[in-house]
T-cell receptor, first 110, second 111 residues
Framework: GEDVEQSLFLSVREGDSSVINCTYT??????LYWYKQEPGAGLQLLTY?????DMKQDQRLTVLLNKKDKHLSLRIADTQTGDSAIYFC??????????FGTGTRLQVFP | EAQVTQNPRYLITVTGKKLTVTCSQN?????MSWYRQDPGLGLRQIYY???????DKGDVPEGYKVSRKEKRNFPLILESPSPNQTSLYFC??????????FGPGTRLTVT
């Protein structure tokens, strides 16, 4: 069955880069997403990548996809305290159903 | 403003007392979905609806019901809540195949 895994915690210093990793099992995934959840709030879509792409960059965010290893990563450059949140990766196939990872709690310290 | 709204935002109830969490979207989206979020488990889909009068089970449907009588509304019904349904619930909507918009969440505690 489908499974998406992430490490639970990541702590970085302000100004450094953060890299959040995700592995998935279903090779038929069409889209892979990164969502951000701030305390007490819903999920906000940060970025997504089609499965036929290797990389996508959007300002401070870089998504890398390694289809062979079924590995997805999100790099946040120049991490700020406002980036502290839970980050979820998610996959979907040709439907609207999202399969979420467990979430990675990013803590940014001064 | 395009949004998904949920009510209530917080609810504490007792075992067995029927409750309904409402979800409404103003974007004319066909697809709506309910998720529950639990620590260490991420978000899991409870039910979804592809359009009016079309609903189907997600991964964890036991103990829940839904209805989709109108396009904008997708209420989640717990006929007889139990403590293991204590969780954070999210409603989401989208046009098929596009970005899903999430509501702000409903934190439910069943004692």
């Amino acid at each position: 069955g489908e499974d998406v895994e992430q490490s639970l915690f990541l702590s970085v210093r302000e100004g450094d880069s953060s890299v959040i990793n995700c592995t998935y099992t279903d090779s038929s995934s069409t889209y892979l997403y990164w969502y951000k959840q701030e305390p007490g709030a819903g999920l906000q879509l940060l970025t997504y990548i089609f499965s036929n792409m290797d990389m996508k960059q959007d300002q401070r965010l870089t998504v890398l996809l390694n289809k062979k290893d079924k590995h997805l990563s999100l790099r946040i450059a120049d991490t700020q305290t406002g980036d502290s949140a839970i980050y979820f990766c998610a996959e979907s196939m040709d439907t609207d159903k999202l399969i979420f990872g467990t979430g990675t709690r990013l803590q940014v310290f001064p | 403003e395009a949004q998904v709204t949920q009510n209530p935002r917080y609810l504490i109830t007792v075992t067995g007392k029927k409750l309904t969490v409402t979800c409404s979207q103003n974007m004319n989206h066909e697809y709506m979905s309910w998720y529950r979020q639990d620590p260490g488990l991420g978000l899991r889909q409870i039910y979804y609806s592809m359009n009016v009068e079309v609903t189907d089970k997600g991964d964890v449907p036991e103990g829940y019901k839904v209805s989709r009588k109108e396009k904008r509304n997708f209420p989640l019904i717990l006929e007889s809540p139990s403590p293991n349904q204590t969780s954070l619930y999210f409603c989401a909507s989208s046009h098929q195949g596009t970005e899903q918009y999430f509501g702000p969440g409903t934190r439910l505690t069943v004692t």
